[in-house]
């Protein structure tokens, strides 16, 4: 492997706190620890529905480049904007790093998912290829004419981490959600199953931004006082570094509601502290999660979703222990950082050969 030279386009700055841009800021991070030369090139404007400024800071960064220059374009920034991809995707060897298709987010309309689904699929159809973070997202590519040869899989890296303790023996269990409140990741379907399970002793820790959509944040917060939960359920705002550790080592078990994931780092997080989770079967999530470290219901399913946390809470039962060992026993084969990185490198070379 031969380091080069490569340009990352991503919308906006890069350490915001999503899935997408961790993902994008491990790999900036690893390729240059692999000798790259990685530039990143931040984009302003609105995404993934692009306006004006958006569309220009998009062609001015394609068109400073020069000539067969290796691109990689998040695909937050590239769905919308099929045209400047279009222009130069003839002299530039433009990858597409696709987390999840825009035009599969929830709480957009029939309309917009359909414009979606166009953009996107001109948009891929100029790169030299397409690099998702799991095979679930890999196979609904064909969709939009996007070829097997065309397509790598890197997985999000997950560094080993000490086994979560709980919090303590004299405290209610803790569950733990990491995700942003937007539509998406369904926090009102868990308030909704924790109201169905007000009877056993539970604290939930919801650790997330409340910014990404106001709208959203505002309906959930007011379901949690609408069903008296505030002293239960906490939302604690966005946590990172040692304070984002502290809460997944203090947890009892990991809850994630999501109508759909690309794949699901904080669930692979998860079971990396050894946690048993209870989630969905949205998307690439069965994937993420094996089948003996938790427990799937169907997104939505607030009814299905509370008997899972029941099951899993109800004292004696020994399935929260058992999800817990098998949560252990499959973090060991989860990829670093490190690797991650050492398959992305391997995926933008073989993609641009």
Known sequence: MTPAELHFVVPGPLDQLTGGYVYDGHMVEGLRGLGWRVRVHNLEGRFPAADALAQAAMSSALGSLPDGALVVIDGLAMGGLPGPIETHGDRLRIVSLLHHPLSKETGISAEDAARL??????????????????????????????????????LPGTEPAPTAT?????????????????????????????????????????????????????????????AGLEDRIDFVGERKGSDLEALYRSASAFVLPSWYEGYGMAL????????PVVSTTGGAIPFTVPAEAGLLVAPGDAEAFAAALRALLTPGSGVAADLAAAARRHAGGLPTWTDSARAFASAVEELTA
């Not at 689904?117 to 939009?144: K, N, Q, Y």
């Not at 733990?176 to 409140?181: G, P, T, Y």
């Not at 692979?268 to 946690?275: I, M, R, T, V, Y």
Request: with cysteine; charged share 25%.
């Open 166 to 226: 709980g919090p303590g023996s004299a405290e209610p269990p803790m569950l733990l959600c990491v995700a942003s409140v937007t539509p998406r990741k369904a926090h009102e379907v868990l308030v909704e199953a924790l109201a169905r399970v007000r009877d056993l002793e539970w604290t939930c820790v919801c650790a997330g931004g409340l910014d990404w959509d106001p709208e959203q944040a505002d309906r959930v917060l007011h379901a949690v006082a609408e």
């Open 117 to 154: 689904f166009a953009t996107e699929r001109r948009a891929l159809a100029p790169c030299a290829g397409v690099i998702v973070s799991s095979a679930f997202t890999a196979r609904g590519l064909a969709d939009f004419g996007v070829s097997d040869d065309r397509i790598r899989v890197v």
């Open 268 to 275: 692979a997080d998860a079971l990396a502290h050894g946690l």
